[in-house]
């Protein structure tokens, strides 16, 4: 979901069963466990009462009770997936545009454990990226159950909304026809799932290299995850 600028997020508590224990982390909006336990990755967002305050990126390693940001500073990070031995992080972010910019960029984001900081994987510029494509904030990365490729997801850039007629202004007509092969609303929901629609590509991170392998043309791509997509 978008937040708003006033969104601060909420307390997330963390109980260590058969002991009383008790662990509170504040302003935060969207949390994701690995498997295993081991860590707990969560989207900080700025409490706008507290000086220095930021949106950030979370990772809590359970064994050891220690925080750490792994990234700091943007409007939005979402779609947080995690290796199978907790070892790795991806996630989605758009950390360069002001929170009301009517065009928005999203990007790939990586981190590893022994590392300080996520480094950003892939953009609309990377090499293998399709011209006139971007990582899409709809697609969720997902990493191979060897940890040796990430898959995500991409698509073409659409056009800034136009926002030279005020929208009280603008005419809206949802017109129907009995000939039609939907409903309006069927209609408008397939107008949703279009705008949303992402195609699959392939980041190794052995190689260090993107790879698309969906586009308008093969739109379903079905990845063996076990087998590292061979």
Not at 140 to 168: C, H, M, N, Y
Not at 194 to 221: C, H, P, S, T
């Amino acid at each position: 979901a978008r937040r708003g600028e006033s969104d601060e997020g909420s307390n997330l508590v963390v109980a260590t069963l058969g002991d009383t224990s008790l662990r509170i982390f504040r302003n935060i909006s969207e949390y994701k466990w690995s498997k295993n336990g081991k860590i707990l990755v969560m989207e900080g967002r700025q409490a706008r009462s507290v000086k220095g305050s930021m949106n950030s990126v979370l990772v809590y390693r359970t064994l050891e009770n220690k925080l750490d940001t792994i990234a700091r500073g943007g409007n939005e990070f979402s779609n947080f997936d995690i290796d199978s031995n907790a070892y790795q992080v991806a996630f989605v972010a758009e950390r360069d545009s002001s929170a009301k910019a009517l065009q928005k960029f999203y990007k790939l984001w990586y981190w590893r454990n022994g590392t300080d900081s996520a480094v950003m994987l892939a953009d609309k510029n990377i090499a293998g990226m399709r011209v006139g494509w971007t990582v899409s904030e709809h697609g969720t990365p997902r990493f191979s159950d060897s940890g040796d490729r990430l898959f995500f997801g991409t698509a073409p850039i659409r056009p800034a909304k136009d926002t030279s007629v005020p929208e009280i202004d603008q005419v809206k007509v949802d017109i129907w026809n009995y000939k039609d092969d939907y409903l309006q609303t069927q209609q408008l929901y397939n107008l949703s799932r279009e705008q949303k629609r992402n195609y699959l590509a392939m980041y190794d991170l052995g190689f260090g290299k993107m790879q698309q392998l969906a586009d308008e043309n093969i739109r379903d791509v079905f990845t063996n995850y076990t087998l590292d997509g061979n």
